[in-house]
């Protein structure tokens, strides 16, 4: 039996509403309804972030920016329309091009180093990169011993998480998914706005 026109507009429309649906409940602390969200659009979100960073790690950690600024701030979410994708692909394109930013300043510095052809740090920049290595390190101390290997293999050496995986004896979705909760550890950790309070 062929669908019609109307029965596939029917079934976008559903799906579409159930999108507000899906969002309330998150607002509600639902997490089954963000994983059904998380499932329904990461992969749009994912290849959104890639065209704009065009380096899959780097997508992928503005995917995961992307949903975990939804969660911290899903009380905050409004959408327009039954659909959250819009909202999402805004999201993930302010998450990618911040990342973005970030690399150029990153190279900028490598370059700069012993060149003198940029502003040296100030004794504030030198503090405040003291104090997030300090509070970095308190962190990474008190991680489980798994999850000190995995940041010392993925953060710090850059492994993949199949290299990783090998090396500890672990799935390369079990490395992702302690990692994903690792960097989030680590970012609430160490925030600007708490070493300047």
């Not at 905050?76 to 993930?92: C, F, M, N, R, Y």
């Not at 700069?112 to 290595?133: A, C, K, L, V």
């Not at 079990?174 to 950790?189: D, E, H, M, P, V």
Request: aromatic share 6%.
């Amino acid at each position: 039996m062929k669908a019609t026109t109307e029965d596939v507009s029917e079934v976008s429309a559903t799906a579409a509403s159930a999108d507000s649906k899906l969002l309330r409940a998150i607002q509600a602390g639902d997490r089954s309804a963000f994983r059904t969200l998380y499932l329904r659009h990461v992969r749009s979100v994912s290849r959104y972030s890639y065209s704009i960073v065009r380096n899959l790690s780097e997508a992928e950690e503005a995917t995961q920016d992307t949903w975990i600024a939804l969660w911290d701030g899903r009380h905050k979410v409004q959408i327009h329309g039954d659909s959250l994708l819009p909202w999402l692909l805004t999201t993930a394109r302010h998450k990618s091009l911040k990342r973005l930013r970030a690399a150029r300043r990153a190279a900028s510095v490598e370059l700069s180093d012993g060149s003198g052809s940029h502003t040296q740090q100030t004794p504030e920049d030198t503090f405040i990169s003291r104090e997030i290595q300090a509070q970095l390190a308190l962190t990474v101390s008190g991680l489980s011993p798994v999850d000190r290997d995995i940041y010392t293999l993925c953060i710090v050496q850059g492994r993949s998480y199949a290299a990783a995986g090998a090396e500890l004896g672990l799935g390369r979705g079990a490395i992702r998914n302690r990692l994903f909760r690792l960097r989030r550890l680590l970012r609430k950790s160490v925030t600007m706005k708490e070493i300047l309070q």
